[in-house]
Structure formats: structure tokens, C-alpha cells
């Protein structure tokens, strides 16, 4: 199987080259390599490549930012996945796609299921709700979209890496604990998408994140609690609870973003991971490479 990956040297795009099953001959291309909101890059790419399957793992991800730049968030993550999209229907491929926890308001206080109606409340979850409709609309026989959440791994910054380090530099920390959600190890994202490769029958939306619930402050005394059992922090500081309104962003969060995960455990017949588990795995990675 030929397969694409766009956005190499993101944090998903890594752990997928990692776990590449055997047999698949892997192209994994980053933004310089192919800008994938430039259309006759992608039609020209994809039409000299002709994959069996692309993955899109490319995306304009600064949440923050995107509230500015507005055009660039929807040229990436509306036009680019449209492009794909419709590259991949001229050569019959398949999409497997990767969407967010921030297509929801955060309104629910039980988890978000597949057919739950979005409503992003930032720049971002919008201009990432337009590209799954876009790929919908194009390609809604051989596509899959995989909303995911709270995003970690080695490769790359993540909350994880952003707290080890501000764990070391400074004396206290106060962290939001009236957003929660649930943390998600980028390569239990990958193993799952590498099952759904090997299945074309699967279809539609799915969503995946590790097991449990967390608030941010929750994700942050777990990952300090890790990091010095296992050595990689000498001593504890303070870390306090705040309220998001004690912490203002330029994007608006959802208060709760836990997704129900039973549809994507069920087609791929693999079970979700509790978060603090694969936190302790991914902080041993770190210690590999320390
Ligand atoms: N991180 C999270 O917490 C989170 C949460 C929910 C959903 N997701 C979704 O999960 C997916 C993977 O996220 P991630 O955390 O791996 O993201 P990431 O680490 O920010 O990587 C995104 C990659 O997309 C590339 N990219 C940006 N603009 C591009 C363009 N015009 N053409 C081609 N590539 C482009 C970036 O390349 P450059 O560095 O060269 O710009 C980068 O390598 C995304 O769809 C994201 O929306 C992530």
C-alpha cells in the first residue's frame, strides 16, 4: 500500500512514520516538501504519486494565533483538506483525516458522541469543522475523520514538554482546572490510524483520545508527579488550581471536551489506554532520549 502523510515534522506525522507498518511504502511530506493549501501542488502531487491512501496530519494548529490570521487558518485546514479531498477523488484514494475536540462548544457535561452538532467557539475549531465538512461533501465514501484532543508526544510542543521545562525554571505554577478533556498520546492516535489503513471499509466520523477525564491541572500533577518518580525532575514546585477567567487566551475554550471513543474502539478492536498510563509511557520515551 502506497501511503501519504502530510505534516511531517508535526507531532502526529512522527509517530506515524515510527509505527509504519511493514509493506507500506511511506511518503510523508512536510509544508516545504508540499503546501497542501496551494491547489496545484496538491493536484500535481498527488496525481504524480497516485497513493493508495493519504493521511493528513498537516495542519495550521496554533490556536491562539489563528484568531489573527484568520485566512491562513481556513486556507490550511479548510482549503488544504479540500484540495486533498479532491485529488484524492480524481485518482479513487482513500482520506483518513484528523479533526478536533474544538468543533464543540463545550457545553456538554456527558462525552461528545460522533453525531453530537458542533459549534466551534474559535477561529481554529471552525476553520477545522470547514475542512471535515469540505471532505464530506467530496469524499463521503472513502474518507474517515478522526476527532482527537490534548495532543502529546516526544516530537515536537505539547503541554507535556511545555510543563517539564516550566516545572525546572520556575518557583510556582498556576494552572486552569475548569477546562477539561482528555490528554492524548499522539502514538496511540497513530497505532489506531494504522489499523483503519488496513480497513477501507470503515468510514465516516470517529473520535479518538486516550481513556479517563482530566482538567489541565489534573494533566500538570500528573506529569510532575511522573517526571520525579521516574528522574526527570529533581523536586516539586507548587501548582496551583485557577480559573480559566484568572488566565485569558486570545481563543475562546470549551469548558469540556471528553469525546465517546466506542465507535472508533469497535471498528478497530482496540481498546482506549487510560491518559496518566500513557503519560508514564511517553515520559519513559523522554528518557530514552534525555
Ligand atoms: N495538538 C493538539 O493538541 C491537537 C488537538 C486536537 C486535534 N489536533 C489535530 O491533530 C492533527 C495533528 O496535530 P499535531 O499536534 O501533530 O500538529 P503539529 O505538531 O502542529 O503539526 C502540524 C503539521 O502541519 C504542518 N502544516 C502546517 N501548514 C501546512 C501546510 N500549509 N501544508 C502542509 N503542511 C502544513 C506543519 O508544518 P510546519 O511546521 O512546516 O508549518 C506541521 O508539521 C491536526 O489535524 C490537528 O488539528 C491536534
Known amino acids: 500500500m502506497k ?4 505534516g511531517k515534522g508535526g507531532q502526529l506525522a512522527w509517530e506515524l512514520v515510527q509505527l509504519a ?8 511530506v512536510s509544508s516545504i516538501e508540499l503546501d497542501i493549501s496551494n491547489q496545484s501542488l496538491v493536484n500535481e502531487f498527488i496525481n504524480k ?31 488544504g483538506t479540500k484540495y486533498l479531498a479532491q485529488a484524492c477523488k480524481s485518482i479513487k484514494a482513500r482520506i483518513l483525516h484528523v479533526s478536533t475536540d474544538f468543533v464543540f462548544d463545550g457545553s456538554n457535561t456527558t462525552p461528545y458522541a460522533t453525531d453530537a452538532t458542533p ?3 474559535n477561529v481554529y475549531g471552525a476553520s477545522k469543522l470547514a475542512g471535515d465538512l469540505a471532505l464530506q461533501q467530496i469524499l463521503p ?25 516550566l516545572m525546572r525554571e520556575k518557583p510556582r505554577l498556576d494552572i486552569i482546572y475548569d477546562q477539561v478533556g482528555t490528554p492524548t498520546w ?10 483503519i489503513a488496513y480497513k477501507p471499509e470503515v468510514i465516516g466520523i470517529y473520535h479518538w483520545t486516550d481513556a479517563g477525564i482530566a482538567s489541565w491541572y489534573d494533566f500538570a500533577i500528573a506529569i510532575q508527579e511522573l517526571a520525579i518518580e521516574k528522574g526527570l525532575l529533581k523536586e516539586a514546585i507548587p501548582v496551583s488550581p485557577i480559573l480559566t477567567s484568572a488566565y485569558l487566551t486570545p481563543a475562546k475554550r470549551p469548558e469540556y471536551s471528553v469525546m465517546d471513543k466506542s465507535s472508533a474502539e469497535t471498528v478497530a478492536g482496540i481498546n482506549t489506554i487510560h491518559w496518566r498510563k500513557q503519560l508514564s509511557t511517553m515520559i519513559d520515551e523522554l528518557l530514552i532520549g534525555a
Open 3 to 6: 501511503v501519504v502523510v502530510t
Open 21 to 28: 507498518p511493514q509493506g507500506v511504502e511511506l511518503i510523508c
Open 49 to 79: 504519486i497516485k497513493p493508495d491512501l493519504v493521511i493528513n496530519a498537516a495542519a495550521y494548529t496554533a490556536v491562539d494565533k489563528a484568531e489573527d490570521d484568520i485566512v491562513t487558518a481556513y486556507s490550511v485546514n479548510e482549503l
Open 119 to 121: 459549534n466551534p467557539i
Open 141 to 165: 465514501e472513502s474518507s474517515v475523520i478522526v476527532r482527537t484532543a490534548w495532543v502529546y508526544s516526544v516530537n515536537g510542543n505539547n503541554f507535556v514538554k511545555s510543563m517539564l521545562r
Open 186 to 195: 499522539a502514538k496511540g492516535l497513530a497505532q489506531w490510524l494504522w489499523i
